[in-house]
């Protein structure tokens, strides 16, 4: 099975802040990874899919880069609203996700 | 509007049985895959399986394969999980989920539900 590992688990930024989560397979997904967000007590929401594509009505400042093995996550400035939990999700074969990355507020 | 809408919280007590339920609305229901994700107490997403209500198509996780049923009723809109003897440590929230693109394999998903808490406790 493939594995994902993200990094780092814990994130404290600030507002304002741009900010990156990595996420790591354990062998190549060429583009085939998701990125959501997750609020205490709400379901995940889809930010990314296809490692790079936004999706519809999620803000820009939001981005999603990376193939292969390595994929970050980009939050060009942090509003605060985007203090979440965030999780990858490899789609090539079981589609597990990563055990998330919780972002807090500094 | 595109939606998923999930039973209510369930409280049960160990080896009973339990089915749970995800109606979808606003889209062609057999077109789309439906997913189940478990969410521990505390703990990250874990992918249990997915269906394709069109013929009823299943692919387990294989750390759910054997411990869970998922299924799908396409008169109603209704997909299911259900569990034939539950255990404490199946105590969590459970979502159903839309794969986001029709007919597709595996592929992320863009409409989820708004969770079922299931409770196991003696």
């Known amino acids: 099975d493939i594995q994902l590992t993200q990094s780092p688990s814990f994130l404290s930024a600030s507002v304002g802040d741009r900010v990156t989560i990595t996420c790591r397979a354990s062998q190549g997904i060429s583009s085939y990874l998701a990125w959501y967000q997750q609020k205490p007590g709400k379901a995940p929401k889809l930010l990314i899919y296809?490692?790079?594509t936004l999706q519809s009505g999620v803000p820009s400042r939001f981005s999603g880069s990376g193939s292969g093995t390595e994929f970050t996550l980009t939050i060009s400035s942090l509003q605060p609203e985007d203090f979440a939990t965030y999780y990858c999700?490899?789609?090539?074969?079981?589609?597990?996700f990563g055990q998330g990355t919780k972002l807090e507020i500094k | 509007e595109v939606q998923l809408v999930q039973s209510g919280a369930e409280v049960k007590k160990p080896g009973e049985s339990l089915k749970i339920s995800c109606k979808g609305s606003g889209y062609s229901f057999t077109s789309y895959w439906i997913g189940w994700v478990r969410q521990m107490p505390g703990k990250g997403l874990e992918w249990m399986g997915i269906i394709y209500p069109g013929d009823s198509d299943t692919r387990y996780s294989p750390s759910f394969q054997g411990q869970v049923t998922i299924s799908a009723d396409k008169s109603i809109s209704t997909a299911y999980l259900q569990w034939s003897s539950l255990k404490a440590s199946d105590t969590a929230m459970y979502y159903c989920?839309?794969?986001?693109?029709?007919?597709?394999?595996?592929?992320?998903?863009?409409?989820w539900g708004q969770g079922t808490m299931v409770t196991v406790s003696s």
């Open positions: 989920a839309r794969q986001r693109v029709v007919a597709a394999g595996n592929d992320a998903f863009d409409i």
């Open positions: 296809a490692a790079s």
């Open positions: 999700q490899q789609l090539n074969s079981y589609p597990f």
